[in-house]
């Protein structure tokens, strides 16, 4: 069974870089897949951050594009968000899933989600 | 940008049919999919490539997409069932969610 785990702080300063990284176990990245970063402020809906192969290709969403990069860590079996210059608009439940991409796009496995409040 | 649009609510007696519908320009032409989201919890896969349902989902739910809009209903909706819905597509390699709806089981 495929499992994700997501870990980093739960608070970050405004100006600054949010960091976070999502532990898989039960599969191992480097096999294949494709594993993404959503997030969904409180009480709204859900929006999706980027997407990263075990190569490293990424593909993230235009309107966060200049701020963001995904990484991937196969020998952990890791792979990480990170957001610069964050405001208080980047508050939110961060979660990572594995990106299905095949015929359309989906997520079939999540981690339970970690939230990240900006604040000083 | 691509937007998906969902109606805000939906309501519905338990035992009876739930409709929810995201619409969007030429959806037919890509696939949808949903996901439940109960209070607290990450979201669940319900419906993939329009209609297929992943291991473990009952067969009461179900999904089609035609023109611009897909639809996933509910058939003999229990009260287990309220929760929050999102629909997902993509477009022009971007991962686009709907807005949300929230299915009340009256």
């Known amino acids: 069974q495929v499992q994700l785990q997501e870990s980093g702080p739960g608070l970050v300063k405004p100006s600054e870089t949010l960091s976070l990284t999502c532990t898989v176990s039960?599969?191992?990245?480097?096999?294949?897949?494709?594993w993404a970063w959503i997030r969904q402020p409180p009480g709204k809906g859900l929006k999706w951050i980027g997407t990263i192969y075990r190569s490293g290709s990424t593909y993230y969403n235009p309107s966060l594009k200049r701020r963001v990069t995904i990484s991937v860590d196969t020998s952990k079996n890791q792979f990480s968000l990170k957001l610069s210059s964050v405001t208080a608009a980047d508050t939110a439940v961060y979660y990572c899933?594995?990106?299905?991409?095949?015929?359309?796009?989906?997520?079939?496995?999540w981690g339970p989600g970690t939230l990240v409040t900006v604040s000083s | 940008s691509y937007e998906l649009t969902q109606p805000p609510s939906v309501s519905v007696s338990p035992g009876q049919t739930a409709s929810i519908t995201c619409s969007a320009g030429?959806?037919?032409?890509?696939?949808a999919c949903w996901y439940q989201q109960k209070p607290g919890q990450s979201p669940v896969l319900v419906i993939y490539?329009?209609?297929k349902r992943p291991s473990g989902i009952p067969e009461r739910f179900s999904g089609s997409n035609s023109g611009n809009t897909a639809t996933l209903t509910i058939s003999g909706t229990q009260a287990m069932d309220e929760a929050d819905y999102y629909c997902q597509a993509w477009d022009s390699s971007t991962v686009v969610f709907g807005g949300g709806t929230k299915l009340t089981v009256l």
């Open positions: 490539q329009d209609t």
């Open positions: 030429e959806l037919g032409n890509k696939y």
């Open positions: 039960g599969y191992s990245i480097s096999s294949g897949y494709y």
């Open positions: 899933a594995r990106n299905i991409i095949t015929s359309g796009r989906y997520f079939d496995y």
